[in-house]
C-alpha cells in the first residue's frame, strides 16, 4: 500500500530548492511513498518540473483539516516554525520527523541533534542526514542516485553567437551581496577574457534599478530580463544562460538545480558561509567567492583575479 509523507519548506525559494537532494534520496529508496510539500503559495508549481515532488499543498488557514484529510503517515520538516510544528501535532500524523532545534522541537516525535547554526557542513548536506535518518527509522535503504532535480522540455537558446552570462545583482535583502557598480565592472572584466551577452536577472519590484546600472554600461552588449513572479517562468528564463552569477540568494538555487554553470558570492558570517548555503549543481559547474572586505553593505573581492578563472575554468568549457 503507497505511504504517504508530508514535507514541510514553506519559507524562501533558495531553501526549498535546497531539499531536492534529501526528497531524490527518499523518493530512489522509497518505491511505495507519494512526497507531497508543504510550500510558499508562491512556489506551488514546483511539483510540475521536479519528479521527487508528487503534489504541492500551502497554509490558505485550514491546514490542520487538510492534513488530516490525506492521511499522511510520515511528516519530515526541514523548517519548522513554532506555527507550523503547533498544526503539524494538531494534525496527529504517526511519525513527525525534524531536528532538535528551538522550542518547536516539541511537536515532535523523532528528532535528530544537528546543530545547523555551526554551518558545519552545507544546509543540503544536513537536510540528506535528516532524509537518511526517516529511511533508517522505517528500514529502508540509503541508495546512491545520480538523476536531475529539475526537468524541463527544452532548453531555449536566444544568442548562438555569444556566451549569454546571466547576472542577477539584488538579492531581496536576504543577503548582502557585490554593489550594482561592481557586478558591471565584473560584466567588463569578463568581456576582456570572452565575447559575452549579459543579462541582468532580476524581481519585479528590482527592475528599474536593473535599468539604472544598464545605462551605466556603455560599450557592453548588456539588457533587463523581462522579470516574472512565476516560478516555472523564472526557470524557463533561466535555463536560457550558459552560466549564471549572483549573491546567495534564491535564484542561484534555481540555476544550480538546472546544474547551469554558476558564480556565487557569500558574506563572511557565519550562518551565511559558503560552506552552509552550497550550491547543488555539480562541482566542476560552479565557483564560490566569500566577502573580502569589511564593507558593511556590500561584499568585496578581486574583480580582475575573478574574472579570470571564470573565464579559464567555466567560460573555458562553452
Not at 535546497?18 to 510550500?39: F, Y
Not at 503547533?86 to 535528530?112: D, E
Amino acid at each position: 500500500m503507497m505511504k504517504k509523507l508530508l514535507v514541510v519548506r514553506n519559507d524562501k525559494l533558495g531553501d526549498l530548492i535546497l531539499i531536492l537532494p534529501a526528497l531524490k534520496l527518499i523518493k530512489s529508496s522509497c518505491t511505495d511513498i507519494q512526497i507531497d510539500c508543504l510550500v510558499d503559495k508562491k512556489y506551488y508549481e514546483i511539483s510540475s518540473i521536479t519528479k521527487y515532488i508528487d503534489n504541492t499543498v500551502y497554509d490558505d488557514g485550514s491546514l490542520v483539516s487538510l492534513i488530516r484529510n490525506h492521511n499522511y503517515d510520515f511528516s519530515i520538516s526541514f523548517f519548522s516554525s513554532f506555527i507550523t510544528g503547533y498544526k503539524l501535532w494538531l494534525s496527529q500524523i504517526p511519525k513527525r520527523y525534524a531536528p532538535a532545534t528551538k522550542l518547536a522541537q516539541i511537536f515532535y516525535n523523532k528528532k535528530i541533534k544537528q546543530n545547523r547554526s555551526f554551518s558545519l557542513k552545507a544546509e543540503y548536506e544536513y537536510n540528506n542526514n535528516l532524509a537518511e535518518f526517516f529511511l533508517r527509522d522505517n528500514f529502508y535503504k540509503i541508495p546512491i542516485v545520480e538523476n536531475a532535480y529539475i526537468s524541463l522540455n527544452e532548453r531555449s537558446i536566444s544568442n548562438k553567437e555569444k556566451i549569454l552570462v546571466f547576472l542577477h545583482p539584488f538579492t531581496g535583502g536576504s543577503s548582502k551581496t557585490l554593489s550594482g557598480d561592481d557586478f558591471i565592472q565584473l560584466c567588463f572584466e569578463l568581456n576582456r577574457h570572452v565575447n559575452c551577452k549579459f543579462i541582468l536577472h532580476c524581481s519585479i519590484d528590482d527592475y528599474h534599478k536593473c535599468q539604472e546600472l544598464v545605462e551605466k554600461a556603455e560599450g557592453l552588449d548588456i539588457s533587463t530580463i523581462n522579470p516574472t513572479n512565476n516560478l516555472i517562468e523564472m526557470y524557463k528564463n533561466i535555463n536560457s544562460c550558459d552560466l549564471f552569477i549572483a549573491g546567495s540568494t534564491g535564484p542561484l538555487h534555481v540555476a544550480a538545480s538546472l546544474n547551469k554553470k554558476t558564480v556565487g558570492f557569500y558574506p563572511s558570517k557565519q550562518s551565511s558561509t559558503l560552506v552552509r548555503w552550497d550550491t547543488i549543481n555539480d562541482r566542476n559547474n560552479k565557483l564560490t567567492y566569500s566577502d573580502t572586505g569589511s564593507d558593511e553593505r556590500f561584499i568585496k573581492v578581486d574583480l580582475k583575479k575573478i574574472a579570470n578563472e571564470i573565464s579559464r575554468n567555466l567560460l573555458g568549457q562553452l
